[in-house]
């Protein structure tokens, strides 16, 4: 192995070391209920969506997710729609968290996709439990698609999420979660 090419290798593993504590951080953030914090690594552009998915025939499968232009989705926001759920929740009203779930995000398979300047393409694999008064238990699992955003002041921001549910059909009363 050349220098130069352990060099990149070195590097690339380090940005992915950095990016997966990110993505391990915001779901402490979102695990302690600390939304004002979280909101703060959402960049001002996001696309945060999460198509309803289908059960399709095969060779259909450019079918199986809706498409945020023309069909509905379970979530299609941007910042300001996330904020206002977080100012929503924090009221302490909100009659879909009171008393509050219980919640924790499992982040894994963390790759690196593409290295565009300043933005990285990120995929991940999530597990998000959530348990509410006594025995309503809720769990998600799918696949998230980010593209995070390297900010000089800041840190990373989370530029595009594209969350993909391995169900078509929820069995939660409601969403309140953040994925």
């Known amino acids: 192995m ?17 990016i997966e504590q990110f993505l391990y951080m915001e779901a402490e953030l979102l695990d302690e209920r600390r939304f004002n914090d ?19 025939k095969f060779g259909e499968q450019h079918r199986e997710n809706t498409d945020s232009e023309s069909e509905i989705s379970w979530f299609d926001e941007g910042k300001a ?5 977080v100012r929503q929740i924090n009221t302490g009203i909100h009659w ?20 565009l300047g300043d933005e990285v393409k990120v995929r991940s694999r999530f597990f998000v439990y959530q348990n509410r008064l006594r025995d309503e238990v ?3 699992v799918g696949k998230r698609e980010d593209t995070l955003r390297r900010d000089a002041a800041t840190g990373w921001k989370i530029a595009q999420r594209l969350i993909i549910l ?14």
């Open 138 to 140: 809720n769990m998600f």
């Open 2 to 18: 050349t220098t130069k090419s352990l060099e990149q290798t070195l590097e690339r593993l380090l940005l992915k070391e950095e």
């Open 81 to 85: 729609t996330l904020a206002g759920r």
């Open 38 to 56: 979280w909101i703060e690594l959402i960049a001002d552009d996001i696309h945060y969506h999460m198509p309803v998915r289908r059960n399709v």
């Open 166 to 179: 391995d169900q078509n059909v929820l069995l939660a009363k409601a969403i309140s979660t953040f994925f």
């Open 96 to 115: 879909v968290e009171e008393p509050s779930s219980r919640i924790r995000h499992i982040v894994t398979n963390v790759q690196i996709v593409e290295v």
